[in-house]
């Protein structure tokens, strides 16, 4: 029996007890938390040291970033929980089996398909020690932590798992390759597998993003493997997030 209290409307009315669990993870009242919640995006480009060359990405990630990315994504979530709403449909109609979310954050994703009849177990996966331990701590207060493992990286996973669905949302254009990336992901998908990916290879018009990618020969490549290895499917919901099966070998 799956639990209850992670459907999508659940999430557009508390976002999964967002809040709750922030301030109660960060040990803050919810006032100073609403006060953090207003800068997040701010307060996280400006952890960003400029010149970011390709190999600081990781380390940007895992070390620097601390606890702003959860402020960031919380405040995010909060604040377009509408289209966030709709990224969790498409989750919906797609996800089966052992679920990937990679770059997961906040958990959001994570935590609704974990709830979702079709879905075994999701393995969550994202460089940020903090993030890692917030999604933990949510999945065990929500009741889920048996259905979500938290993980680093892929290596310690692939040795045990292929997916049946992958969602990798708001991620690419935060890593160096992203074409490396979805070669990587398709050699662990199982045939019918379903992968859901959207990018913003964008610093924004005011650099608001430093830390997006947007080299045009890195996106060249990108989306020369995406055009060489897979197909989309078509989906009615979002236009910025498509769906993808693995190109079969004939
Ligand atoms: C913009 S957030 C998106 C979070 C979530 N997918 C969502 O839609 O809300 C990007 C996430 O990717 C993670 N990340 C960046 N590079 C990564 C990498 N190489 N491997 C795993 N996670 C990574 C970051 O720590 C961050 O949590």
Same mark, same amino acid.
């Given at each position: 029996?799956?639990?209850?209290?992670?459907?999508?409307?659940?999430?557009?009315?508390?976002?999964?007890?967002?809040?709750?669990?922030?301030?109660?993870?960060?040990?803050?009242?919810?006032?100073?938390? @609403?006060?953090?919640?207003?800068?997040?995006? +701010?307060?996280?480009?400006?952890?960003?040291?400029?010149?970011?060359?390709?190999?600081?990405?990781?380390?940007?990630?895992? @070390?620097?970033?601390?606890?702003?990315?959860?402020? @960031?994504?919380?405040? %995010?979530?909060?604040?377009?929980?509408?289209?966030?709403?709709?990224?969790?449909?498409?989750?919906?109609?797609?996800?089966?089996?052992?679920?990937? @979310?990679?770059?997961?954050?906040?958990?959001?994703?994570?935590?609704?398909?974990?709830?979702?009849?079709?879905?075994?177990?999701? %393995?969550?996966?994202?460089?940020? /020690? +903090?993030?890692?331990?917030?999604?933990?701590?949510?999945?065990?207060?929500?009741?889920?932590?048996?259905?979500?493992?938290?993980?680093?990286?892929?290596?310690?996973?692939?040795?045990?798992?292929?997916?049946?669905?992958?969602?990798?949302?708001?991620?690419?254009?935060?890593?160096?390759? /992203?074409?490396?990336?979805?070669?990587?992901?398709?050699?662990?998908?199982?045939?019918?597998?379903?992968?859901?990916?959207?990018?913003?290879?964008?610093?924004?018009?005011?650099?608001?993003? /430093?830390?997006?990618?947007?080299?045009?020969?890195?996106?060249?490549?990108?989306?020369?493997?995406?055009?060489?290895?897979?197909?989309?499917?078509?989906?009615?919901?979002?236009?910025?997030?498509?769906?993808?099966? /693995?190109?079969?070998?004939?």
């Amino acid at each position: 029996m799956k639990k209850l209290g992670l459907s999508i409307d659940d999430f557009l009315s508390h976002g999964f007890n967002l809040r709750a669990n922030l301030a109660s993870f960060l040990e803050i009242n919810q006032q100073e938390l @609403d006060n953090r919640l207003k800068t997040g995006l +701010q307060d996280l480009a400006s952890l960003h040291p400029g010149g970011f060359k390709n190999s600081d990405a990781s380390e940007f990630y895992e @070390d620097k970033v601390g606890d702003a990315h959860l402020i @960031d994504l919380a405040s %995010w979530h909060l604040n377009s929980s509408t289209y966030i709403a709709d990224t969790l449909r498409l989750q919906e109609k797609f996800a089966t089996g052992h679920v990937l @979310d990679f770059g997961g954050g906040i958990g959001t994703h994570a935590l609704a398909a974990s709830a979702l009849e079709n879905v075994e177990h999701v %393995w969550f996966v994202d460089l940020n /020690p +903090q993030n890692r331990n917030f999604v933990k701590q949510r999945a065990k207060e929500l009741g889920v932590d048996e259905l979500i493992s938290v993980h680093r990286d892929l290596d310690s996973i692939v040795e045990m798992v292929s997916f049946d669905t992958v969602i990798c949302l708001d991620v690419l254009e935060h890593i160096a390759d /992203p074409s490396r990336q979805l070669k990587i992901f398709l050699k662990h998908l199982k045939p019918n597998a379903i992968a859901l990916f959207n990018w913003y290879f964008y610093k924004g018009e005011n650099n608001q993003y /430093p830390f997006h990618f947007d080299d045009p020969l890195m996106i060249e490549r990108f989306f020369l493997t995406l055009q060489k290895d897979f197909v989309e499917v078509f989906h009615p919901f979002l236009i910025t997030t498509r769906a993808y099966k /693995p190109m079969k070998k004939i």
